[in-house]
């Protein structure tokens, strides 16, 4: 009889995450992008579908908004990808100011979603496609924009860099940037946003404090796995300017003590 898998042993592997977020377009499409209860299946309704896609627009005119304000007062862009684009919150919008969207996501349930909102929204000039780590879909294309939004954190960043270095790949020439990713955590704040080296391994008490066998393995989590990783800055900058980005418009975020920044740079 073959072994089941050791969940354990999948948290090492550097895709589990992309299993993760394919169970959660199985279980939480909308919630996992937004983590509102009002958008978890049991709860969603036409009027807080209708907000979450209005967030969407919201964020869209933001970001071209800051590109115009801060780094390129005529960007006009005709092409626009979209990397992590889940159940197409931010496809759609942008979509109406552009001539083609490519969404990307590892999740093929999300890309589902994502089309079923795009036809109900009578959105036509969008390509869903399936991604991976070389994003193989688009390696020959180049972009007006190149976007992304809350997906880095949720990727290990070993894997992020190279993405991250595969989509300054994509930016057209005088094209666009926009990307946003944590860079330290709150709870940092006595090593001035540097996590500190990691404490030795100690065995869990799981099993003392929930009355278990200690020989049992630990009771599967009842949710996917959503990471929330920091990235080094210094090697993303480098990527950017080794690659000829001159300037980069930069705006702080704080989702919770998960501190991060959005770049909004022009390609060379």
Not at 3 to 10: C, G, I, N, V
Not at 109 to 134: F, H, I, K, P
Not at 209 to 231: F, I, S, V
Request: charged fraction near 20%; hydrophobic fraction near 40%.
């Amino acid at each position: 009889m073959a072994k089941p898998p050791d969940k354990r042993s999948e948290m090492n592997d550097g895709h589990c995450t992309d299993r993760a977020w394919e169970e959660w377009g199985r279980l939480e499409p909308y919630y996992s992008v937004l983590t509102n209860p009002k958008y978890k299946l049991s709860a969603i309704d036409a009027e807080a579908k209708s907000q979450f896609f209005d967030s969407g627009r919201i964020h869209v005119d933001t970001v071209m908004r800051d590109i115009r304000q801060y780094v390129f007062a005529d960007f006009n862009p005709r092409t626009v990808l979209d990397f992590g684009c889940g159940v197409g919150r931010l496809v759609i919008p942008f979509a109406r100011l552009v001539h083609e969207v490519v969404g990307l996501d590892v999740s093929p349930t999300m890309l589902e979603q994502a089309q079923e909102n795009c036809t109900a929204q009578g959105v036509t000039n969008v390509r869903l496609q399936l991604s991976d780590d070389l994003l193989s879909a688009v390696a020959s294309r180049k972009f007006d924009l190149v976007h992304s939004a809350i997906v880095f954190q949720h990727i290990p960043m070993d894997r992020g860099k190279l993405i991250f270095r595969r989509l300054l790949d994509c930016i057209a020439p005088g094209g666009m940037g926009a990307i946003q990713l944590l860079y330290s955590k709150s709870i940092y704040a006595s090593t001035h946003g540097i996590a500190p080296e990691p404490a030795p391994a100690r065995k869990s008490r799981w099993y003392e404090l929930a009355g278990r066998d200690k020989n049992q393995p630990p009771p599967a989590p009842t949710t996917p796995e959503m990471q929330m990783n920091p990235y080094n800055m210094n090697e993303l900058l480098f990527f950017m300017q080794t690659r000829g980005v001159s300037q980069c418009f930069s705006r702080f975020t704080d989702h919770g003590g998960e501190l991060g920044i959005w770049m909004f740079f022009q390609a060379s």
